[in-house]
């Protein structure tokens, strides 16, 4: 059996990824960035999604000699031509702080009407082998944003994002709901026949 790693921490990443590659027939040994704990963090220096994700697969290639996964996602809103896009989790100012992002984005969107407040989540997921070679694939969640944020699961711009097709927003689904229409879990599946190809 190969080992995959994958460039995350985040262990609900690293079972939904493994159980897509399970349903595919894929054996793979996936393990995250825990599993080697001397390898520095990567800066996301990149201007878009795709680049984050290839920055982050090829740095965690090169420190193992193991073929690695890594993504990068945010949310694409249609008004402000795609921002926040790549500064998704900064866009306070503040990495990570999902309250004022969330703040922040809604106050800057308050006379936004109903008809153009389209937006999508993006997710692009690389596979990077230790000789160079590179693979990226993308997933998108499209859906309109709401005035202010409902529900209390998920995490991120969840709160206000209503999927295309759906009465709820992203943080009123269960786990299993967000999973099978999730950019992420889209970009992960397409992923499959890629390591098929690369790792047979």
């Known amino acids: 059996m190969s080992r995959l790693i994958l460039a995350?921490?985040?262990?609900?990443?690293?079972?939904?990824?493994?159980?897509?590659?399970?349903?595919?027939?894929?054996s793979h040994d996936l393990v995250g960035a825990d599993a080697y704990p001397d390898i520095p963090d990567v800066k996301e220096t990149g201007v878009t999604f795709a680049e984050n994700a290839l920055l982050k697969a090829h740095a965690l290639a090169q420190a193992t000699g193991l073929p690695a996964v890594a993504d990068d996602s945010g949310l694409c809103v249609d008004v402000l031509n795609g921002a926040p896009g790549i500064f998704s989790a900064r866009w306070s100012g503040r990495h990570g702080d999902d309250k004022?992002?969330?703040?922040?984005?809604?106050?800057?969107?308050?006379?936004?009407?109903?008809?153009?407040?389209?937006?999508?989540?993006?997710?692009?997921?690389?596979?990077?082998?230790?000789d160079g070679t590179e693979r990226v694939v993308e997933g998108q969640l499209p859906g309109t944003l709401r005035h202010k944020p409902t529900g209390t699961g998920g995490f991120g711009y969840d709160p206000i994002l209503q999927p295309e097709g759906d009465?709820?927003?992203c943080a009123e689904l269960t786990p299993q709901e967000k999973n099978a229409i999730s950019h992420r879990g889209k970009a992960f599946r397409a992923l499959v026949p890629v390591v098929r190809e690369l790792l047979r």
């Open 8 to 26: 995350t921490r985040n262990t609900g990443k690293i079972t939904e990824l493994r159980a897509i590659l399970a349903e595919a027939g894929l």
């Open 100 to 130: 004022a992002n969330l703040d922040l984005l809604l106050a800057q969107l308050s006379d936004i009407a109903e008809e153009h407040r389209g937006a999508h989540f993006a997710c692009a997921a690389a596979l990077a082998l230790p």
């Open 167 to 169: 009465t709820r927003t």
